[in-house]
């Protein structure tokens, strides 16, 4: 099972960056596809990116051209670099396999939007 700890969150004025960062462990990171969700108030969680082992991305059409998902297999890290933050953007940022995992849920980390 792999466990997850989110890191990088913050409070950040729309137009701003932020850069989100995911440990993992666990001997199958490397092979399994890794993927950033969120979750608004008041909203479900929602996919956000996601990157396969072998460096292919996907995103949501929300953060096309904003966010780019990467990771480290060496060092069992996924990052989440979020270019452009707006107002909508605001909530819990967690990482996970995709499909997601419901054990391996971490805390998330806090992401506020706004002026």
């Known amino acids: 099972q792999v466990r997850l700890v989110e890191s990088g969150g913050g409070l950040v004025q729309p137009g701003g960056s932020l850069r989100l960062s995911c440990a993992a462990s666990?001997?199958?990171?490397?092979?399994?596809?890794m993927a950033w969700y969120r979750q608004a108030p008041g909203k479900q969680r929602e996919w956000v990116a996601r990157i396969n082992r072998n460096g292919s991305t996907n995103y949501a059409d929300s953060v096309k051209g904003r966010f780019t998902i990467s990771r480290d297999n060496a060092k069992n890290t996924v990052a989440l670099q979020m270019n452009s933050l707006k107002p909508e953007d605001t909530g819990v940022y967690y990482c996970n396999k995709y499909p997601a995992v419901a054990a391996s849920w971490g805390q998330g980390t806090q992401v506020t939007v706004s002026s």
């Open positions: 666990g001997r199958i990171f490397s092979i399994a596809t």
